[in-house]
């Protein structure tokens, strides 16, 4: 349950539900890559980065190490999106919780993309609608998706995005890599991140921070 929690948090802060999807692993053991997981590794142990999100949400930071921060956050995020869904959160464990968003988003996307659910198992469901959102997202930026798998069309919609981003921002972009940059961007610009909806979700908001 550890993994399946540091997953959670770094999904639910960096889940690409438009710009890149990724989907948290269920206890059906659906497994996604962890390089699509744009910058995982690297905020997973930025303290600074997830001290500024515990903030944002109104949640006391002071004396709290950054694990405690994290599990602070990604439980608030949770209930805030089973809110927003019309999950009832009462009684309920957040591993529980999270599970029913992770099934309810699945099935949102999929009915949106016309994806037919019936008689599917969820981590298959959850695969489907993840590559088929990723091939969306690489022909509205106008990737080619000809013999590419997801993995590396998700690199390749990844990078643009954050490309876009930090040009946008006004970044120099020159002899940088994605990595590099999107740590800029996240570390230094966030707010306006959000602001100017550089990594738009279908809604039109910026899924990190709503």
């Known amino acids: 349950m550890k993994r399946m929690s540091i997953f959670c948090v770094m999904a639910l802060l960096f889940g ?10 269920t206890e059906e ?18 303290p600074e980065f997830i ?3 515990a903030e944002s949400m109104g949640i006391e930071t002071d004396g709290k190490d950054t694990e405690t921060l994290a599990k602070e956050v990604r439980e608030a995020m949770i209930k805030k999106k089973a ?3 019309g999950i009832e959160t009462k009684g309920k464990d957040i591993d529980t919780l999270a599970k029913e968003v992770f ?18 198992e969820l981590k298959d469901l959850a695969h ?16 080619s998706t000809d013999n590419k798998d997801s993995h590396q069309l998700a690199h390749e919609v990844r990078d643009k995005r954050i490309f876009q981003a930090a040009e946008k921002l006004g970044i120099e972009t020159k002899n940088k ?22 990594f738009p979700s279908r809604e ?3 899924r990190f921070f709503n």
């Open 16 to 25: 690409l539900m438009g710009s890149f999807q990724v989907y948290a692993a």
């Open 103 to 120: 099934e309810t988003e699945i099935k949102n996307d999929a009915k949106e993309l016309g994806i037919a659910a019936e008689g599917k």
């Open 29 to 46: 053991n659906t497994q996604v890559k962890s390089s699509e997981v744009h910058g995982r590794a690297h905020f997973k142990h930025n």
């Open 83 to 85: 809110e927003a869904l």
């Open 204 to 206: 039109g908001k910026f």
């Open 128 to 143: 489907e609608v993840r590559d088929a959102k990723i091939k969306k997202e690489a022909k509205e930026l106008g990737i």
């Open 177 to 198: 890599a994605s990595d590099e940059l999107f740590k800029e961007i996240m570390t230094n610009h966030a707010d306006k991140v959000k602001e100017l909806n550089l």
């Open 51 to 53: 001290k500024k999100q």
